[in-house]
């Protein structure tokens, strides 16, 4: 199957969640969830989400809270485990494989960062493929790779779905993407990998990664018609950098005296695009919402498939 086929396969008008050159997240994910919610009451699936936490990082504790939240709020089954910070890697993977056998559940994630004892790699390769939530399975990241259809990461793939509905819309010159060059700031497999792979294959257009080692990051980003920062660091690039009507997308978001910000200055890019994400109210949003739309996916399929694992 083609590659977006993973993504939501239906329209969303940009203009319910475009606010003049704001790519507004927040409201594309609540069409979003409100999607999913018509799906599963429609098809009477109850989509089941489990989610691990281990040790007690308060920013850990808010993002499963609002996961949790979201996911009731769907009438989807929300499981939560929560383990203490010195878990032992045969402990944690015992968890997980109860819920790889409960049939009631079709995604687990395990919230990260993990406690630095815990070998996060095989830790989320302990989740089966099929009930991967969050679309770091290597089964799911080989498919990615060739360009198949499979569970996504959420962030690439809510980002990719602002771009997709962005282009149907024609709405801008600057929104037809096909063969525009797209510049990643960053490499990890979270984002800034997976970010590459759907601007590639799922919106053909020519991608540039950039990443901390980067020499002369300058000269990459102002030839960007999409920019994509998710380089954790605020300011590394700023205004004079940016190409005037780019899309840019800050995947970013620090706390500054008490306020949530991205990792650009977005008060002085604003002017030179064409479109950009807020922060917050921008990419954040849309995370959670593709975990949900994952978790459903991954029980269609399952139900499709006749599939058990208990």
Request: aromatic share 4%; charged share 20%; hydrophobic share 45%.
């Amino acid at each position: 199957m083609p590659l977006f086929d993973a993504l939501p396969q239906t329209t969303f008008d940009p203009a319910l969640w475009v606010d003049g050159k704001r790519l507004m997240g927040k409201k594309l994910a609540e069409l979003l969830r409100q999607h999913i919610k018509e799906e599963t009451a429609k098809t009477g699936l109850k989509p089941g989400l489990a989610v691990i936490l281990v040790g007690d990082d308060a920013a850990s504790q808010i993002y499963v809270a609002g996961k949790e939240k979201a996911a009731l709020e769907l009438g989807f089954d929300s499981r939560i485990v929560r383990l203490p910070a010195n878990t032992t890697q045969e402990a944690l993977v015992a968890e997980i494989h109860k819920f790889n056998v409960d049939a009631s559940v079709h995604g687990i994630l395990v919230q990260l960062p993990l406690p630095a004892h815990l070998n996060e790699s095989q830790i989320l390769q302990a989740i089966v493929a099929e009930k991967d939530a969050d679309g770091f399975h290597y089964l799911n990241q080989g498919k990615l790779a060739a360009g198949i259809a499979a569970t996504l990461p959420c962030t690439p793939a809510g980002i990719a779905l602002m771009l997709r509905e962005l282009a149907a819309a024609k709405s801008h010159p600057a929104a037809d993407l096909t063969g525009r060059h797209a510049v990643v700031v960053g490499r990890s497999n979270i984002v800034g990998k997976p970010m590459a792979q759907l601007l590639l294959s799922g919106l053909n257009m020519t991608v540039t990664i950039c990443h901390s080692k980067t020499h002369n990051l300058q000269r990459f980003v102002a030839d960007a018609d999409v920019l994509v920062s998710a380089t954790g660091v605020r300011g590394v690039i700023d205004e004079k950098m940016v190409k005037a009507g780019a899309i840019v997308i800050d995947v970013g978001m620090h706390r500054i005296d008490g306020k949530v910000t991205g990792d650009l200055i977005m008060s002085e890019i604003e002017n030179k695009a064409s479109y950009y994400t807020p922060v917050p109210g921008g990419v954040g949003p849309m995370t959670i919402a593709m975990l949900l739309f994952n978790t459903y996916q991954n029980a269609q399929r399952m139900r499709a498939a006749g599939t058990r694992l208990a």
